[in-house]
């Protein structure tokens, strides 16, 4: 089955700096991507997905990446706040009759210092 | 969010014990999952249906059995539990054609 590292497992920035969460996969047939973000004592929630058709895709401060020749794709958090502040989980998911099956990563914290 | 509500909230038992996490949802999906989180382990599923007729297992059923009782209702089943049972559950939908999960707020269970 599908295998998804994650790293690191915590971050610490300070408030204004980038952050950068990365993630691979071991599955060549996974096609779909999301990243959760999971705040302190909440249920998880999707925040930006990426699916393998497409190098890059952007939501205001947030954008994901993917390299399907090296199987991996990172989230990238720009001029961060406290409010970024929560435990971030990447994703994958295979085509066909298994595309409904998510592999989640092991989750990072990103702590944001003011 | 109120779409997915999953009761009870926590559950405090003992090793033996039948225990039973109930999921209903109000959003017409047809698919229900659920998931277990672990601290450092992420999110791993458990069981998942994809309607009433179909139910399927996960990456860790071992110990747990699950019931689709209606479209918007998924139940989770501890038969006898046991410690290592000792997480945080979550029940998760999704639509047709859709691979994004809508989240409950989680049933945290300690088995003792």
């Known amino acids: 089955g599908e295998n998804v590292e994650q790293h690191p497992s915590t971050l610490s920035v300070q408030e204004g700096d980038s952050a950068v969460i990365k993630c691979t996969y071991s599955d060549s047939a996974s096609n779909y991507f999301p990243w959760y973000k999971q705040e302190l004592g909440k249920r998880p929630q999707l925040i930006i997905d990426i699916r393998s058709n497409v190098g890059e895709k952007k939501d205001q401060r947030i954008a994901v990446t993917l390299n399907k020749t090296a199987k991996h794709f990172s989230l990238h958090i720009t001029e961060t706040q406290p409010e970024d502040s929560a435990v971030y989980f990447c994703?994958?998911?295979?085509?066909?009759?298994?595309?409904?099956?998510?592999?989640f990563g092991k989750g990072t914290k990103l702590s944001v210092i003011p | 969010d109120a779409d997915v509500t999953q009761t009870p909230r926590n559950r405090i038992t003992k090793t033996g014990k039948r225990i039973m996490l109930e999921c209903s949802q109000t959003k017409g999906h047809d698919r229900m999952y659920w998931y277990r989180q672990d601290p450092g382990l992420g999110l791993r599923l458990i069981y998942y249906?994809?309607?009433?007729?179909?139910?399927n297992k996960g990456e860790i059923s071992d110990g747990y059995s699950v019931s689709r009782q209606a479209q918007a209702k998924f139940s989770l089943s501890l038969e006898s539990a046991i410690p290592n049972q000792t997480a945080l559950y979550f029940c998760a939908t999704s639509g047709v054609g859709s691979n994004v999960l809508t989240f409950g707020a989680g049933s945290r269970l300690t088995v003792l």
């Open positions: 249906s994809f309607d009433v007729k179909d139910i």
């Open positions: 994703a994958a998911s295979p085509s066909g009759a298994g595309s409904y099956q998510l592999t």
